[in-house]
């Protein structure tokens, strides 16, 4: 049975992935506050501090890590200050970036296993007040690309996951920060509608699966937006 490392595994597209495959997978789960964790008992848990790498110490090799964690951000520019920065770029990049340099200079990433990252499609598409989620999450997507040439030779594959929004928190959210009127020009570049996250946790379980033997260092999209289908 794999053994797949969840960072960020108290988000509700994380918690999804681990009630689905469960019994595919063998789960480590690594969250800020592990007692959201509690109603997996015969899971090991990890009290994640991006900065404290001892975290890691008691791990075994892994087959595949997943790196869930994020943090929106809808502040316009010139209201940011240096705990947006430290807030939004330590969840979204840093904590990746720290994690698996820990993981790779402890030897905890088999040859073969598979990372995942969870990109936004707002890397393509940026939004009023988004410059330091898209921001954070383009440097996310530049560590995944290099991260893939590196590990290359280890037959590591590294990918980032992309959706457009999420149906539950991650679109609710949206909603505390524009009016009405936004929203629904907004949703008119959604001409399927919001993601489900079982679409996105397909994808992911693929990615960590066998069945990818090859591809890596893409950041692969799900879900269509700004396509022009207004109607």
Do not use: W
């Amino acid at each position: 049975m794999k053994k797949i490392l969840i960072i960020g595994a108290t988000s509700e597209i994380a918690e999804d992935f681990v009630t689905t495959y469960s019994k595919i997978y063998e789960f480590y789960l690594a969250a800020r506050n592990t007692l959201k964790l509690e109603k997996h008992p015969n899971i090991i848990k990890i009290d994640f501090d991006q900065f404290d790498t001892s975290c890691f110490d008691n791990l075994s090799q892994l087959d595949g890590v997943i790196y869930f964690t994020g943090v929106a951000s809808h502040t316009p520019i010139k209201f940011t200050k240096k705990r947006h920065y430290d807030t939004i770029f330590n969840a979204n990049f840093y904590g990746a970036l720290v994690s698996v340099s820990t993981l790779l200079k402890n030897n905890k990433i088999k040859n073969n296993a598979s990372l995942v990252f969870l990109s936004s499609v707002a890397t393509r598409f940026p939004y009023y007040g988004g410059a330091l989620y898209v921001s954070s999450k383009m440097a996310l997507e530049g560590l995944v690309k290099t991260l893939a040439i590196e590990l290359a030779s280890k037959k590591i594959k590294v990918n980032a996951v992309a959706p457009t929004f999420v149906k539950g928190e991650m679109a609710d959210s949206i909603t505390n920060f524009t009016t009405e009127e936004k929203i629904k020009e907004f949703e008119k570049k959604h001409p399927f509608g919001n993601v489900d996250k079982k679409e996105v946790n397909e994808l992911i379980h693929f990615l960590v699966s066998d069945k990818n033997s090859s591809i890596t260092g893409q950041i692969l999209q799900v879900g269509n937006f700004n396509t022009g289908l207004n109607h």
